[in-house]
Nanobody, 120 residues
Framework: QVQLVESGGGLVRPGGSLTLSCVAS????????MEWYRQGPGNLRELVAG???????NYGDSVKGRFTISRDNAKNTVWLRMNSLKPEDTAVYYC??????????????WGQGTQVTVSS
């Protein structure tokens, strides 16, 4: 199967930066889309950014121009660079990948989440 491990969350002041990482491991035959979602207090989970295995990216309107998603296909890793952070970016950030495990079928896999808190 496929396991996702996220890291890089923490407490940061407004205007600061953080980089989140997500590594996929297990018996993986292929990975398609890799995405970051977030869920703030009292909010629904929302898409922050996504990247295809070809490198095409898309972003939520609230993070365009501030966040950058990237990936390394050889390392099954996706990053989210977050600049100019605002208090409203405070949320638990989740990594999601669409992956094909060996001998299995395409499925979505989620990480455990990493907390990002933006506060002075």
């Amino acid at each position: 199967q496929v396991q996702l491990v996220e890291s890089g969350g923490g407490l940061v002041r407004p205007g600061g930066s953080l980089t989140l990482s997500c590594v996929a491991s297990g018996t993986i035959a292929a990975i398609s889309a890799m995405e970051w979602y977030r869920q703030g207090p009292g909010n629904l989970r929302e898409l922050v950014a996504g990247i295809t295995n070809g490198g095409s990216t898309n972003y939520g309107d609230s993070v365009k121009g501030r966040f950058t998603i990237s990936r390394d296909n050889a390392k099954n890793t996706v990053w989210l660079r977050m600049n100019s952070l605002k208090p409203e970016d405070t949320a638990v950030y989740y990594c999601k990948v669409e992956a094909l495990p060996n001998g299995g079928s395409w499925s979505d896999y989620w990480g455990q989440g990493t907390q990002v808190t933006v506060s002075s």
